[in-house]
């Protein structure tokens, strides 16, 4: 991969840590809120419940893309990134432009998916 893509990647992951740290701030925030509001009936204890729940699972996603955001910029720093961790082989220049922290080129990550289906 060339200097300027591996930059331009970098820059986009960077961005993404930004914004997923802003978002899983905006959600303890939420879910703080949540537990401090006062709930009237059932109907509202059982909304905010569900709001909670909500809010913890997006964390929890966000949380995750944020752990695979820093390995790919570790990958980058130990120039090991655009290589796919199972066939060793580069992971197409399309395939990151719409995941950028992907670790896996399409056919490799078509056979993980079906093998985790499988189990």
């Known amino acids: 991969m060339r200097e300027h893509e591996l930059k331009h990647f970098e820059d986009i992951l960077k961005e993404r840590k930004v914004q997923i740290k802003k978002n899983i701030e905006d959600s303890m925030r939420e879910i703080e809120d949540l537990s401090d509001s006062e709930v009237g009936d059932e109907a509202d204890h059982a909304s905010v419940s569900t709001d909670r729940m909500i809010e913890q699972a997006i964390s929890a996603q966000q949380t995750r893309e944020l752990n695979e955001i ?50």
């Open 70 to 119: 820093e390995f790919a910029l570790n990958k980058i720093r130990n120039g090991s990134y655009g290589i796919c961790e199972m066939c060793e082989e580069d992971i197409g220049f399309q395939r990151l432009k719409v995941k950028p922290h992907a670790r896996y080129c399409i056919v490799c990550r078509e056979i993980i998916e079906k093998s985790a289906k499988n189990k």
